[in-house]
Nanobody, 127 residues
Framework: QVQVVESGGGLVQPGGSLRLSCAAS????????IAWLRQAPGKEREGVVC????????FYADSVKGRFTISRDKAKHTVYLQMNSLKPEDTAVYSC????????????????????WGQGTQVTVSS
């Protein structure tokens, strides 16, 4: 059974940091492009960042460039999202997803149709 599970969310003050983790069962994250998406209340889901499978190229939304970093630990079959300098506008449910492609083209639409994604983890940035 294919399953994706995110962890690491929580409440953090503005300027703080969090690291999210993404793990999967039923397939290996190492084999596919993996994206993080987020959805804030009343807003459309947004593709935050994606990492290719083979060449590990990364693609960031302008809103998080320089603050967020995606990485893989292939030995642990885990993908991480390091989030620094967090802002209140980063508050959202963050989900990990794949379209079962090796490259990130179209990653903003991951989480719909074919592919796999998790339930998400809540990130709240507030003082």
């Amino acid at each position: 059974q294919v399953q994706v599970v995110e962890s690491g969310g929580g409440l953090v003050q503005p300027g703080g940091s969090l690291r999210l983790s993404c793990a999967a069962s039923g397939f290996s994250l190492n084999d596919y492009a993996i994206a993080w998406l987020r959805q804030a209340p009343g807003k459309e889901r947004e593709g935050v960042v994606c990492i290719n499978s083979g060449d590990r190229s990364t693609f960031y939304a302008d809103s998080v460039k320089g603050r967020f970093t995606i990485s893989r630990d292939k030995a642990k079959h885990t993908v991480y999202l390091q989030m620094n300098s967090l802002k209140p506008e980063d508050t959202a449910v963050y989900s990990c997803a794949t379209g079962f492609d090796k490259y990130c083209s179209g990653y903003g639409s991951y989480g719909t149709g074919a592919g796999a994604w998790g339930q998400g983890t809540q990130v709240t940035v507030s003082s």
